[in-house]
């Protein structure tokens, strides 16, 4: 079984940063994808950004130039470096992993930008 845990969240003014990380333990194996996805009251759960095991990364366009994801596979950890924080980026901030179809779910921390 897989654990994610997420830390690093808070309360921001807008124009300000943030740095989420999330750490997998039990058994991971490669290769995988590492990613964040939030979820805003009263809306659908949403791709923030990926990053995979080999490298490759997706964003969303809404955080294109100001989130950077990047991951220490040797800890299996992922982070996403928010920076040029806008209001609307308020959700709840979800870590992932995707192997083979599968996915593992962290238990989510709140990401607050105020105005």
């Known amino acids: 079984q897989v654990q994610l845990v997420e830390s690093g969240g808070g309360l921001v003014q807008a124009g300000g940063s943030l740095r989420l990380s999330c750490a997998a333990s039990?058994?991971?194996?490669?290769?995988?994808?590492m990613g964040w996805y939030r979820q805003a009251p009263g809306k659908q759960r949403e791709l923030v950004a990926t990053r995979s095991s080999g490298g490759s990364t997706t964003y969303a366009d809404s955080v294109k130039g100001r989130f950077t994801i990047s991951r220490d596979n040797a800890k299996n950890t992922v982070y996403l470096q928010m920076n040029s924080l806008k209001p609307e980026d308020t959700a709840v901030y979800y870590c992932n992993l995707e192997r083979r179809g599968r996915n593992y779910w962290g238990q989510g921390t709140q990401v607050t930008v105020s105005s």
């Open positions: 039990g058994i991971i194996f490669s290769p995988n994808t």
